[in-house]
Structures are given as C-alpha cells and as structure tokens.
C-alpha cells in the first residue's frame, strides 16, 4: 500500500517569503508523486509531477518540488509568495505498477495563506 | 477547450431522496473517475471506470452506483442520501497507462452536496 503524509495542515508566509510545503510518502514500489492545488469551491489543478525522470521537477506558477529518495520526500517549494497562491495543496502518490489507470492516493492537504 | 464539465455544480436534496451528479468530458479519456472530497480532507475514491469496465473501492458503500454510457459521460447516483454524504463530488479523466507512459488525470470543477 502507498502513502503520502503531508506535515503541517495550514502553514502562513508572507507575501513575498519562501513557501515550503511538506509531503513524504511511503510507497513499495518507485512512486509517482504529484502536486495539486485546489481554489475553493473548485476542482484540483496540477502543479508538477515526479515521474521518473529528473529528480527536481518545475511546475506551474513558479513552483517545483523535489523528489528525494533517501528521505522519501517530495516538498514543494517557491522562492517568493503571492497573494494568488493562497489555496489547499494536495500530495499525491500513485502506484507505478498500477497500469490501465491513474489511481491517486492523496494526502490530507495543506492551507496556505498569504500575509500582505 | 477540451474540458471536464460537471452539472450541477451545486445540488441539494433531501435525507433519503435519490440523486444523480452528472460529468462529461470532451478530451476522450477512457478512463474516469469518482472522488468524494469532505470538508477539509483529501479526495477519496470512490470508483473508476476504464473504459466500460466498472472498478469499486472496496470501501465506497452500496450507497453509491455509477453509469457510464458512452465515453463522454458519467454519473454518480446516490441512491439513499445521508447527512454524512455531504460533501464535493470530483470528478476526474486520464488516458489508461498504455505502454508505462505516465497519464495525468484532469479533474472538473466539483458539485458540492447538501443533504437537507
């Protein structure tokens, strides 16, 4: 079974700031790890994804994130904060050996709110 | 754009009357998925259909059934509501994982579930 495990629920930085998010996964066989953000009321949107290739990995809006083995860790980081990235960010792990379809396992999520 | 749609995006119904939650795609996925997202927690699967094979979480109740018609189209039916079904539906597409090629999946905008 497979897991992602995202530390801190709601994380605040300021406008500006570096923004760490965490995330670890558990996972028995090499994972495919993602990112996705979530507006309010509204559906997931991808941010990046670790899917065998480069370790770090670029996604939208100035975001990447990267995939570290000896740590079982996949944070996603951007150097400066914008009050558009206030929103919910999921983690999420799928099985690489899981083939005919895409089944994601998704972390809890965190908050992240933008001090002006 | 080829687009995820999902109707309505806000639906009510009463304790114990049946509903259905429509979505519809137009990128040509063979593959679609229906999430159960509570208030501040992660997406939850409750079932996929590759194709028009049917594939149920061992978890998600009886409660729940699935339609899948054609390709373009998918339906959630809740056949008996109960308050603790109240929640945002999400649902999702992604081409199956043909020749270990990674398939991201592409998720509507949600329909948010009251259950009076």
């Known amino acids: 079974a497979q897991s992602v495990t995202q530390l801190g629920s709601h994380v605040s930085v300021s406008e500006g700031a570096l923004v760490l998010l965490r995330c670890n996964y558990s996972?028995?066989?090499?994972?495919?790890l993602f990112w996705y953000v979530q507006y309010p009321n509204q559906g997931l949107q991808l941010l990046l994804k670790?899917?065998?290739?480069?370790?770090l990995v670029k996604g939208i809006n100035g975001f990447e994130a990267e995939f570290k083995k000896s740590e079982t860790s996949f944070h996603l980081t951007k150097p400066s904060a914008h009050m558009s990235d206030a929103a919910e960010y999921f983690c999420?792990?799928?099985?690489?050996?899981?083939?005919?379809?895409?089944?994601?396992?998704f972390g809890t999520g965190t908050r992240l709110t933008i001090i002006p | 754009d080829a687009m995820v749609i999902q109707n309505p995006r806000y639906q009510v119904t009463q304790f114990g009357k049946p509903v259905t939650l429509s979505c519809s795609q137009t990128?040509?996925?063979?593959?679609m998925y229906w999430y159960q997202q509570k208030s501040s927690q992660a997406p939850k699967l409750l079932f996929h259909?590759?194709?028009?094979?049917?594939?149920n979480e061992a978890d998600t109740p009886d409660n729940f059934q699935s339609r899948r018609p054609n390709t373009s189209f998918c339906f959630l039916d809740i056949r008996s509501p109960g308050l603790g079904d109240a929640a945002m539906y999400l649902c999702?597409?992604?081409?199956?994982?043909?020749?270990?090629?990674?398939?991201?999946?592409?998720f509507g905008p949600g329909t948010r579930l009251t259950v009076l």
């Open positions: 999702a597409t992604s081409r199956d994982r043909a020749q270990g090629v990674y398939n991201e999946q592409f």
């Open positions: 996972s028995s066989v090499p994972p495919y």
């Open positions: 670790y899917t065998s290739a480069a370790t």
């Open positions: 999420a792990v799928s099985d690489t050996a899981n083939f005919g379809n895409e089944k994601l396992t």
């Open positions: 990128l040509n996925h063979n593959v």
């Open positions: 259909y590759y194709d028009k094979d049917f594939n």
